[in-house]
């Protein structure tokens, strides 16, 4: 059984342009959380998705980002008009029940 | 009244010794403690995890103890090898609710 598959693993930006972010959650699991960490910083909650729905997005800033998981296919987190700090790692998990998560290995973000 | 305090930030063990690290929470209504470890960029890997109907949860070298009345929880690791030598996470969540971290612990043993 594979695991939480990220990809790019790594993602260089110049400052304005766009980053999509992408996450095969492992088999069986409908719901997704995307987590962003900052150098020897924690893990700050982003979003929590079910299959078609946001169900939290608190952690999510209100402009420029946006994070979906469609019917068919990865979940997407989106960056529009990147900047400088938000040069981080972003990592993805997921569950099968909502309890249990397995992060996959991480989308290093570099905004130059 | 959502977070997961964490201590200490850093933290050096000898081989062979015991590695304790301490989180506390505030929301009562949290049900469910993973412990999660870190290496160098990677991802986050389940450790262990406890629910609060027990006090203490022990796997190999790992034991989890519960104070549910103090609303406090430790990761103690036995006989601490090089390899363990990693950035630790505690955590809680309600189901079906976002899993809260606390800010990590960097633990380096000694050889």
């Known amino acids: 059984n594979a695991g939480v598959m990220q990809n790019p693993r790594h993602l260089v930006r110049r400052r304005g342009q766009e980053a999509r972010l992408r996450c095969s959650p492992m088999?069986?699991?409908?719901?997704v959380y995307w987590y962003r960490q900052l150098p020897e910083e924690g893990l700050k909650f982003m979003v929590y998705?079910?299959?078609?729905?946001?169900?939290?997005e608190s952690g999510m800033p209100k402009e420029r980002f946006s994070a979906e998981f469609p019917k068919e296919g990865p979940s997407i987190l989106r960056i529009q008009q990147v900047v400088r700090g938000d040069s981080a790692a972003y990592f993805c998990?997921?569950?099968?029940?909502?309890?249990?998560?397995?992060f996959g290995e991480g989308s290093w973000l570099t905004v130059v | 009244q959502q977070q997961v305090k964490q201590s200490p930030q850093s933290l050096i063990v000898q081989k062979g010794g015991i590695s304790i690290i301490n989180c506390a929470y505030e929301?009562?209504?949290?049900?469910?403690f993973p412990w999660y470890q870190q290496f160098p960029g990677k991802g986050p890997a389940l450790l262990i995890a406890i629910r609060p109907d027990v006090s203490e949860k022990k796997e190999g070298r790992f034991t989890i103890s519960f104070n549910k009345s103090a609303k406090q929880f430790s990761l103690h690791i036995m006989d601490s090898q090089p390899g363990d030598s990693a950035t630790y996470f505690c955590a809680a969540s309600i189901p079906r609710d976002k899993i809260i971290f606390g800010k990590g612990t960097r633990l380096h043993i000694l050889p």
């Open positions: 088999k069986g699991h409908s719901h």
């Open positions: 998705l079910q299959k078609e729905n946001i169900i939290d």
């Open positions: 998990a997921s569950s099968p029940r909502g309890d249990t998560i397995y």
């Open positions: 929301n009562t209504a949290f049900d469910y």
